[in-house]
Each structure stands twice: as structure tokens, then as C-alpha cells.
T-cell receptor, first 112, second 109 residues
Framework: TAGITQAPTSQILAAGRSMTLRCTQDMRHNAMYWYRQDLGLGLRLIHYSNTAGTTGKGEVPDGYSVSRANTDDFPLTLASAVPSQTSVYFC???????????FGPGTRLTVL | GQNIDQPTEMTATEGAIVQINCTYQTSGFNGLFWYQQHAGEAPTFLSYNVLDGLEEKGRFSSFLSRSKGYSYLLLKELQMKDSASYLCAVEDSNYQLIWGAGTKLIIKP
């Protein structure tokens, strides 16, 4: 089934530990995005990639890094997790810089 | 700064009509999107407006006025399954989506 997958579905992480959230799409979309969603706030862009080999910083990039080695995969890494990074993380993709975005199912991360 | 405003919560009755408003102030405008998000799930695309006017898609319609920085989503013949959050997002001059916090719509029988 075509779409976007994210792993893991949920995770509890000790503060100070590192973790990589995985995101894979099979729609051959050029652009991919990572958002966090917190209660009462809109989706906030962490990092994005307009095409394989390029990445950019969004609204809240601190504490996160990304890579885009190929079209399909866009992992998000937390180098040293802090409790404020407790959130639901959504990966999304679109077939152009301008256009509707398709979302993965999300990863619920709790940092203790 | 960039800002998207929409009501936090609305309540409506099954079978009725509800209008969810969205006002925006952004650096540039390349289109406005509405998404639906059920609790615990990912947002899903509903509509896209780039020109002024009304776009109709079944029970859902979306309106845009660029001069007023205003949009609304109109839901007709409400069903219980329409209970969800509705997210307004504007694509700015850098082609980034700026998101509102969402409107939680509660449908009562």
C-alpha cells in the first residue's frame, strides 16, 4: 500500500539518550517534512527537505538533525533528548514545493 | 510575525451546517489548505484554495478572500464521523506551511 510509514509508533526515552525516528515514503515525492504537534499549538516544522541531498531548518530545529540520502527516507535524530521534546512527531511528504502534504501516522515520544 | 487564527472549539448538531473560520497574516501567500485530523490520527487533506471564491467538494466547501486574509470551511449535513479537529494552513512565500492550532468540532446527536 502506497504512503508514508513511521517507526516506532511510540517510544519512552530517558533524558540524555539519543534516538532516530524513521520515515519512509514510496510515492516518489520530492519534498519531505518533520513536524511536532503539541496540545494547543499548531503543527510546527522542525526540518524539511525539498529534494534528496538537501535539507533546511524549520521553525523549531534546535536539538534535532535530519538527513536525506535518498528520495524515500528522511530520518529525524534527537542527539540528546530533553523532556521538552515530548511530543507527537509527524513526517509528511509532497510531490512539489507547493502542494498538499501527505502525513505519516505519527510517532508519540515521551522523554522522561 | 506570521499568524493563523481559528476558534479552539465548536459544537454542532448532527444533520446541521457548521462554518469554521480562519484568519491569517503571513509573509506572502501561495495558497490555503484545510485538513481534518481525528483524535490520535494523522491530518488528512480536505481542500486547497489559491484564488478567491468557493470550492465545493461534496458535503465540504472552502471559501477564500485573499484581500481580507480570511477563509472558512463549511460542513453540511453533519455526521457523527465529522467529529474531529480541522486545521487551517497557509503556504507562505517560501512555500512553507504555517499552521493554525486547529478547531475541535464536537458533533452532538
Amino acid at each position: 500500500t502506497a504512503g508514508i510509514t513511521q517507526a516506532p509508533t511510540s517510544q519512552i526515552l530517558a533524558a540524555g539518550r539519543s534516538m532516530t525516528l524513521r520515515c519512509t515514503q514510496d510515492m516518489r515525492h520530492n519534498a519531505m517534512y518533520w513536524y511536532r504537534q503539541d496540545l494547543g499549538l499548531g503543527l510546527r516544522l522542525i526540518h524539511y527537505s525539498n529534494t534528496a541531498g538537501t535539507t533546511g531548518k524549520g521553525e523549531v530545529p534546535d536539538g534535532y538533525s535530519v538527513s536525506r540520502a535518498n528520495t524515500d527516507d528522511f530520518p529525524l535524530t534527537l542527539a540528546s533528548a530533553v523532556p521538552s521534546q515530548t511530543s507527537v512527531y509527524f513526517c509528511a511528504s509532497s510531490d512539489s514545493e507547493s502542494g498538499g502534504q501527505f502525513f505519516g501516522p505519527g510517532t508519540r515520544l515521551t522523554v522522561l | 510575525g506570521q499568524n493563523i487564527d481559528q476558534p479552539t472549539e465548536m459544537t454542532a448538531t448532527e444533520g446541521a451546517i457548521v462554518q469554521i473560520n480562519c484568519t491569517y497574516q503571513t509573509s506572502g501567500f501561495n495558497g490555503l489548505f484545510w485538513y481534518q485530523q481525528h483524535a490520535g490520527e494523522a491530518p488528512t487533506f480536505l481542500s486547497y484554495n489559491v484564488l478567491d471564491g468557493l470550492e465545493e467538494k461534496g458535503r465540504f466547501s472552502s471559501f477564500l478572500s485573499r484581500s481580507k486574509g480570511y477563509s472558512y470551511l463549511l460542513l453540511k449535513e453533519l455526521q457523527m464521523k465529522d467529529s474531529a479537529s480541522y486545521l487551517c494552513a497557509v503556504e507562505d512565500s517560501n512555500y512553507q506551511l504555517i499552521w493554525g492550532a486547529g478547531t475541535k468540532l464536537i458533533i452532538k446527536p
